[in-house]
């Protein structure tokens, strides 16, 4: 069977040092000079490392919460159609107020997923 060879999990810090900054929430968004990692987690805690083409890049750690999709796969959560209309901030600003304030909840949770990654189970494995 094909064995994917571009990326691989490594354990290039010790369980223990990263149990121990995990439970401080000390790990800084950024590039880590200490350990050579790039950590992608804005919450100060890291799970998985990975490393492409030997850049090591710190996942964020697992969240309780997983969203599982249908299938158990990975597949397009669909946009509204009242907002696939609206093409650009001008068409938002046109938009009646009365109306914006349904969607505040899905923007708001939009924007989380693209400022903090998306977990969800694929083939039974949380997957960022």
């Known amino acids: 069977m094909y064995e994917q060879s571009l990326v691989k999990i490594i354990e290039p810090i010790k369980k223990?040092?990263?149990s121990r900054l995990n439970k401080g929430k000390k790990w800084k968004y950024g590039y880590n000079k200490e350990h050579d990692v790039i950590v992608i987690s804005k919450t100060g805690k890291i799970g998985?490392?990975?490393?492409i083409q030997n850049l090591k890049i710190a996942l964020p750690s697992v969240p309780v919460q997983v969203h599982?999709?249908?299938?158990?796969?990975?597949s397009r959560i669909e946009q509204p159609k009242e907002l696939s209309r609206?093409?650009?901030i001008f068409d938002w600003r046109s938009y009646p107020e009365e109306s914006k304030e349904q969607w505040f909840d899905y923007i708001d949770e939009e924007f989380k997923?693209?400022?903090?990654?998306?977990?969800?189970?694929?083939n039974g494995k949380p997957t960022y």
């Open 68 to 74: 599982k999709l249908q299938g158990d796969k990975w």
């Open 113 to 122: 997923r693209r400022e903090e990654g998306f977990w969800f189970i694929n």
């Open 48 to 51: 998985e490392i990975y490393e």
């Open 16 to 18: 223990t040092t990263i």
């Open 86 to 88: 609206l093409k650009n």
